[in-house]
């Protein structure tokens, strides 16, 4: 099967929410920048079509 435009909206607007919610957390103790990103899919039911996006990454200041 090919890739469904919609099922690929939905992912790619999840990935802009999760880097968002990743760089609001880290601003918000204080860091600047967010290093070593990671994000991973997890399939929560059987036949696929539930998946979660979990983003995590280490909050950073980055001196100039």
């Known amino acids: 099967g090919g ?3 919609a099922v690929q909206k ?4 999840a990935r802009r929410t999760a880097l968002h919610e990743l760089k609001t957390e880290a601003y918000d103790v204080g860091a ?4 070593s990103v990671d994000l991973d899919y997890v399939e929560l039911s ?5 998946v979660m996006l979990v983003a995590s990454g280490t ?3 980055i001196e100039k």
Do not use: E, I, Q, Y
């Open 32 to 35: 600047n920048a967010v290093v």
């Open 10 to 13: 939905t992912l790619r607007d």
């Open 59 to 61: 909050a950073v200041v």
């Open 3 to 5: 890739r469904s435009a």
């Open 46 to 50: 059987g036949n696929g079509n539930m």
